[in-house]
T-cell receptor, first 113, second 113 residues
Framework: GENVEQHPSTLSVQEGDSAVIKCTYS??????FPWYKQELGKRPQLIID?????GEKKDQRIAVTLNKTAKHFSLHITETQPEDSAVYFC????????????FGDGTTLTVKP | KAGVTQTPRYLIKTRGQQVTLSCSPI?????VSWYQQTPGQGLQFLFE???????NKGNFPGRFSGRQFSNSRSEMNVSTLELGDSALYLC????????????FGPGTRLLVL
């Protein structure tokens, strides 16, 4: 089955700096890669996603890049703000099995004011 | 549209008991997946239901079971509870199996004493 590894497990940055979280996956059948943000005590919320036919996608301060050959994808947050502090999860799923996502172990991001 | 709802939100049980958790997907969504979230194991896929049928199952013992009703609402049951079953149980819904984006409910926090 699919295996997703996520690094780092914790990340602390100064407000205004950039943050990068990286994930690798093992199953070449995976072609949908969402990123979720989970604030303390709340549900995971989708913040951005990318499909295998796209190499990069950007939404304001958030961007995701995908390298299918190397089987890795990354989340980039620029101009970080304290409200970006949360746990971020990457996931991978094949499009024929949308309900079965394999998640990374999460990255706890702390943005210091 | 109302989001995914889960009941109850909190539950305390003792070892050996059984528990049933409920998930109501977003109106019109037919696919429901369940995940277990623990601090040490992250988000682990339990099972996926679509059209009242279990389509996929993760690596959990047979004590974990579920079902889906004709209105797409889903329940999961855990029998003979163990201390290690203490976790946040999240369900997620999507319009259908080929839809990629999943929307999470707030979760049910289960504590087994």
């Amino acid at each position: 089955g699919e295996n997703v590894e996520q690094h780092p497990s914790t990340l602390s940055v100064q407000e205004g700096d950039s943050a990068v979280i990286k994930c690798t996956y093992s199953d070449s059948a995976s072609n949908y890669f969402p990123w979720y943000k989970q604030e303390l005590g709340k549900r995971p919320q989708l913040i951005i996603d990318i499909r295998s036919n796209v190499g990069e996608k950007k939404d304001q301060r958030i961007a995701v890049t995908l390298n299918k050959t190397a089987k890795h994808f990354s989340l980039h947050i620029t101009e970080t703000q304290p409200e970006d502090s949360a746990v971020y999860f990457c996931a991978a799923s094949p499009n024929t099995n949308a309900g079965k996502s394999t998640f990374g172990d999460g990255t706890t991001l702390t943005v210091k004011p | 549209k109302a989001g995914v709802t889960q009941t109850p939100r909190y539950l305390i049980k003792t070892r050996g008991q059984q528990v049933t958790l409920s998930c109501s997907p977003i109106s019109g969504h037919r696919s429901v997946s369940w995940y277990q979230q623990t601090p040490g194991q992250g988000l682990q896929f339990l099972f996926e239901y679509f059209s009242e049928t279990q389509r996929n199952k993760g690596n959990f013992p047979g004590r974990f079971s579920g079902r889906q009703f004709s209105n797409s609402r889903s329940e999961m049951n855990v029998s003979t509870l163990e201390l290690g079953d203490s976790a946040l149980y999240l369900c997620a819904s999507s319009p259908d199996r080929l839809a990629e984006t999943q929307y999470f409910g707030p979760g049910t926090r289960l504590l087994v004493l």
